[in-house]
């Protein structure tokens, strides 16, 4: 921060540090800040996502909302954005509008096998058995794939010689 003030990743950098540090309140300052530094046409979506989480996860949700909408209309393909604005409708409780941003989510990142899983407890929540049970079933079956050489599935890793 001494060599580059007003460095808008290292502000938001270090509200994520408070936040895992549960000091909520520096962490939300340090997010407000890296927001205030952006002036009036801001271009980083991260500091406003992070603060609309905060707000999500302190049952804040009007706040949480405000936040989390700016932040989708400067990074409107993070599915990262689409997936909290849903816990957060989720927790209102406005269950469409938590399924249309988690479709969002989806459609942006079609083999996270956690965004089908809340879209399954979304559908079942709102009766919709048979659209839970594909979302499940779909779940299950990325689940069942690796998402990286770096992390692959022990089951797909089996010594050839053995049953």
């Known amino acids: ?66 936040y989390l909408k700016r932040a989708a209309e400067l990074a409107p393909n993070n599915p990262t954005i689409h997936e909290e604005l849903s816990h957060v409708y989720a927790a209102q409780p406005d269950l469409t509008r938590a399924k249309e941003e988690l479709e969002k989510a989806i459609a942006l990142a079609p083999n996270v096998s956690s965004l089908h899983y809340q879209l399954g407890q979304l559908y079942r929540k709102q009766g919709m058995a048979d659209q839970a049970k594909k979302e499940f079933d779909l779940t299950a079956k ?16 089996r010594n050839p010689n053995e049953p």
């Open 1 to 66: 921060m001494a060599l580059h003030p007003k460095y808008i990743e290292a502000e938001n950098n270090l509200g994520l540090a408070w936040r895992e540090l549960n000091d909520l309140d520096k962490a939300r300052t340090a997010f407000e800040t890296a927001i205030e530094w952006q002036g009036t046409a801001p271009s980083d979506a991260q500091p406003f996502l992070n603060l609309g989480k905060l707000y999500g996860d302190q049952h804040q949700p009007e706040k949480a909302v405000e």
């Open 142 to 157: 990325l689940s069942g794939s690796h998402s990286s050489e770096k992390t692959p599935n022990p089951l797909s890793i």
